[in-house]
Every structure is written in C-alpha cells, then in structure tokens.
C-alpha cells in the first residue's frame, strides 16, 4: 500500500504543482468576490471543482443571475460524466462508500493518472487512483488557502494571468492523450471552430465547439475503423 501511494504522488505531482497557481488564483478571488476566508475555502473542501469554482466566483462577483452560475458550472463540469463512466466499470462490484470516495476525488488529473496506471498495469487500482486523488486534493487546498491569504492583502490578482495555469494544466494532459488521427481531428476543429464561433456565438461558444470537435473526432474514428475491417 504504501508503495501503491508513492506511486500514485510521483504520478500526480507535476500536475499537482502545475495546479498551484490556479487554486491560489481561485481562493484569492474567492475573498475579493465577497467571501469570508472560511467560505473561501470551504469552496475547495467540499466543491473541489476547479474550473467550475472559479466560473461560479466570477459570475456571483457580477451579479448574475442563479440561473446562469448553475447553467455554467453544470455544462463546464459535463465532461466528468464521461469519466465517471469509465470508473463505473472499474468500480461497479464496490461498495457504495468507496464509489462515493472516488466520485469526489475524481478530476481530470486524477483521471487522466489513474488510466495511464491501469494501461501500464493492465488492471485498474482502486487504491491508486484515491491515492492520487487525494495528493491532488490536498495540493488544490494548499494552493487555495495561499491565494486567501494573497487575496485579503493583494488586489487585481487575476491581472497577473495565473489563469493561464487552467490552460497549461489541460495542455499538459491533453498533448499525452494525443495517439492518431481521431485526436488531432478533434483538437483541430475544435480550436478552428472556437476561434470563428466566439465573436457570433457568445458565451456558449465553447459548447458548440467541442461539440463539433467531439463529432468531427468520432466521424473520423468510424471511418478508419471501417478501413481497417474492410482490409
């Protein structure tokens, strides 16, 4: 076990510092949205949802409406139904408690370790995948208590671009994930479609663009799959 979360921390590590200034970014604007220091980072202890935590800050920072900071949290975390369905394979024989324990602890880099693990391994560990969840979340709860601190004493700290750590951090998982063409489609159009959809679309231009990336991808993936059966 103990080799199991040495493991699991060297795995999770470079993500985890990569993190760091997106979860400082997140407790300091956290406190200059009008939080209290212990509502701050009650946000990273029971939310522990990075990208949705900073959306909801910012749109409740300009008051807007309930309507629109659940509309966006809901479709920014969307993509954790996709991963929850590959653990529900993993985890359909465990019992309940230790589903629930995953399910929180689940994030794109705990994810993104814990497949790597079980394709290296050839079997997935339950433990593993807790393990590094559980390093990460400890690291996002660091980071977030610092930016509290920075954020009562520091102004304007979104000005600096520590958001630009939530694009590097998905780069980084993302350039590892890339194994043929299905990928790179996906990526291509979904950058292109972004780029020409923000100006006429809004707000839900990301939407529409990974929903065309996600086609574009999978459009690409039967055709090839079709090549190969008829060869």
Not at 101 to 109: G, H, K, Q, S, V
Not at 156 to 183: H, N, R, Y
Request: aromatic share 10%.
């Amino acid at each position: 076990m103990a080799r199991l979360a040495r493991q699991a921390f060297a795995a999770i590590l470079p993500l985890s510092i990569a993190v760091i200034p997106w979860g400082v970014l997140a407790g300091a604007l956290a406190i200059q949205a009008g939080c209290s220091p212990l509502q701050a980072q009650c946000l990273s202890v029971l939310v522990f949802a990075g990208a949705a935590q900073l959306s909801a800050v910012t749109l409740t920072a300009s008051a807007a409406p309930v309507s629109t900071i659940l509309s966006s949290t809901v479709i920014i975390s969307a993509r954790h139904v996709l991963y929850s369905l590959v653990f529900r394979t993993h985890l359909a024989n465990e019992r309940l408690s230790k589903r629930v324990l995953a399910a929180f602890l689940l994030t794109d880099e705990m994810f993104l370790v814990s497949e790597a693990h079980t394709k290296r391994v050839g079997k997935f560990s339950y433990w593993f995948a807790v393990f590094a969840g559980g390093f990460f979340y400890f690291f996002w709860n660091v980071a977030t208590f610092v930016g509290i601190l920075v954020g009562e004493s520091v102004g304007e700290l979104d000005a600096l671009g520590l958001d630009f750590a939530i694009v590097a951090t998905f780069i980084a998982m993302s350039v590892e994930q890339i194994k043929g063409k299905p990928e790179v489609v996906v990526i291509v159009c979904s950058a292109v479609a972004a780029i020409l959809l923000k100006s006429v679309a809004g707000d839900v231009y990301i939407i529409f663009a990974t929903l065309i990336g996600m086609t574009s991808g999978y459009l690409v993936f039967i055709s090839l799959k079709k090549d190969e059966d008829k060869s």
